[in-house]
Nanobody, 121 residues
Framework: QVQLVESGGGLVQAGGSLRLSCAAS????????MGWFRQAPGKEREFVAS???????????YYADLVKGRFTISRDNAKSTVYLQMNSLKPEDTAVYYC???????????WGQGTQVTVSS
């Protein structure tokens, strides 16, 4: 079982930056792939970014085209925390952002409660 708690959301003007954090607990962070998703009002939840676990230390990151070049996902395994640095924010980035975790292949098994990000124009 993995518990996830997001933080760092808030209100920011267009062009600004925010850093989201997601603290994991309940089991070792080893072997856990992490992702960020978001859901805007009236829309389905969509993938934002993910970062894999690697026993050798070399992680892989993936980004949705809409955020590529603006958002950066990273993880601190010693703190069991994953981050999402969001720069050059746009009003269309407004959404509830969710942290998710999965162990092995397949779907994400664990989800946080979400943190609201609002970008004003």
């Amino acid at each position: 079982q993995v518990q996830l708690v997001e933080s760092g959301g808030g209100l920011v003007q267009a062009g600004g930056s925010l850093r989201l954090s997601c603290a994991a607990s309940g089991r070792t962070f080893s072997g856990v792939d992490m992702g960020w998703f978001r859901q805007a009002p009236g829309k389905e939840r969509e993938f934002v970014a993910s970062i894999s676990w690697s026993w050798s230390g070399g992680t892989k990151t993936y980004y949705a085209d809409l955020v590529k070049g603006r958002f950066t996902i990273s993880r601190d395994n010693a703190k069991s925390t994953v981050y999402l640095q969001m720069n050059s924010l746009k009003p269309e980035d407004t959404a509830v952002y969710y942290c998710a975790a999965k162990i092995g292949t397949g779907a994400y098994d664990y989800w946080g409660q979400g943190t609201q990000v609002t970008v004003s124009s």
